[in-house]
């Protein structure tokens, strides 16, 4: 089983740039499509972008489109989220998600799919 770990979150002002990374381990990342989800309080946890095996092809949820970029380095098992013009509406705990489906199949899973592998989270906060 992959394991994952986010790192990147913090404080931001709304308008500002966040880069989150997740770092996977006990398996090759190559073997999973990879995913971004978050949760803010009182909230379900909800797709945020999704990135096939190699990188070819993203999935955005229409909220963060033309704003984050996705991204992935196989050889250093990483996984990105580049975050650009934040809105206070972003605020939530970021999860990074590994699975064997596909990039397209992980842009319609709910948060709790079991199909889904998770990281810890990382809290981002966008002040107004």
């Known amino acids: 089983q992959v394991q994952l770990v986010e790192s990147g979150g913090g404080l931001v002002q709304a308008g500002g740039s966040l880069r989150l990374s997740c770092t996977a381990s006990g398996r090759t990342l190559s073997n999973y499509a990879m995913g971004w989800f978050r949760q803010a309080p009182g909230k379900e946890r909800e797709f945020v972008g999704a990135?096939?095996?190699?990188?070819?092809?993203?999935h955005y949820a229409d909220a963060v489109k033309d704003r984050f970029t996705i991204s992935r380095d196989n050889a250093k098992n990483t996984v990105y989220l580049q975050m650009n013009s934040l809105k206070p509406e972003d605020t939530a705990e970021y999860y990074c998600?590994?699975?064997?489906?596909?990039?397209?199949?992980?842009?319609?899973?709910?948060?709790?799919?079991?199909?889904?592998?998770w990281g810890q989270g990382t809290q981002v906060t966008v002040s107004s």
């Open positions: 990135i096939t095996r190699l990188g070819s092809i993203r």
């Open positions: 998600a590994a699975s064997i489906t596909s990039a397209q199949t992980m842009a319609i899973m709910s948060g709790t799919d079991e199909r889904l592998y």
